[in-house]
Antibody, heavy 116, light 111 residues
């Protein structure tokens, strides 16, 4: 089955760190660009970060630049988002998304809560 | 990285057609033919319904159609069904620094 499964969400403290993971299956992971999208409670969708097929090119939304790092391991069919210096406004559902035919495949999301 | 402009809400009766607009700039919607639309029911992940302005993924009803003119893209839902009640988001490629930008979202209500 073609799917993306996120993990690693949970409670993080302001100023703290969390690492999100996304396991891909059912397709050739290395053939696709990947992104992270987040959705704060009751709010719309926000693009967070992008990574190229090889991982050599990345980009970030201004709201997370310098604090978040996207990476991938094509041998493990996995995508990651290292989140540091967490802020209350980072609280959201984080989706792992495959780019191809639009943002054609979404994971179910993982919830990140930021609170002391 | 400003969000694309969508109406907050649109409503229609079963069987009617509605259109949702999505206005950007020449740096996103107007500059590329990479506009996509997503449907999101409460508690679920978004689902793609249109990509590359007017292409429908396999399995998506032909009641959904997309178009673009200048800096504004549009999604039309024909023959509204009760299950079309959901939030809809447009999205556009915006270049190498800002990969994509989303619309603010439109809540569709089927009366």
């Amino acid at each position: 089955e073609v799917q993306l499964v996120e993990s690693g969400g949970g409670l993080g403290q302001p100023g703290g760190s969390l690492r999100l993971s996304c396991a891909a299956s059912g397709f050739t992971f290395s053939s696709y660009e990947m992104i992270w999208v987040r959705q704060a409670p009751g709010k719309g969708l926000e693009w967070v970060s992008y990574i190229s097929r090889s991982g050599s090119t990345t980009s970030y939304a201004d709201s997370v630049k310098g604090r978040f790092t996207i990476s991938r391991d094509n041998a493990k069919n996995s995508l990651y988002l290292q989140m540091s210096s967490l802020r209350v406004e980072d609280m959201a559902v984080y989706y792992c998304v495959r780019n191809g035919g639009g943002l054609g495949l979404w994971g179910q999301g993982t919830v990140v809560t930021v609170s002391s | 990285q400003s969000a694309l402009t969508q109406p907050a809400s649109v409503s229609g009766s079963p069987g009617q057609s509605i259109t949702i607009s999505c206005t950007g700039t020449s740096s996103d919607v107007g500059g590329y033919n990479f506009v996509s639309w997503y449907q999101q029911h409460p508690g679920n992940a978004p689902k793609i319904i249109i990509y590359d302005v007017s292409e429908r993924p396999s399995g998506v009803s032909n009641r959904f159609s997309g178009s673009k003119s200048g800096n504004t893209a549009s999604l039309t839902i024909s023959g509204l069904h009760t299950e079309d009640e959901a939030d809809y988001y447009c999205c556009s490629y915006a270049g190498t620094n800002t990969f994509v930008v989303f619309g603010e979202g439109t809540k569709v209500t089927v009366l």
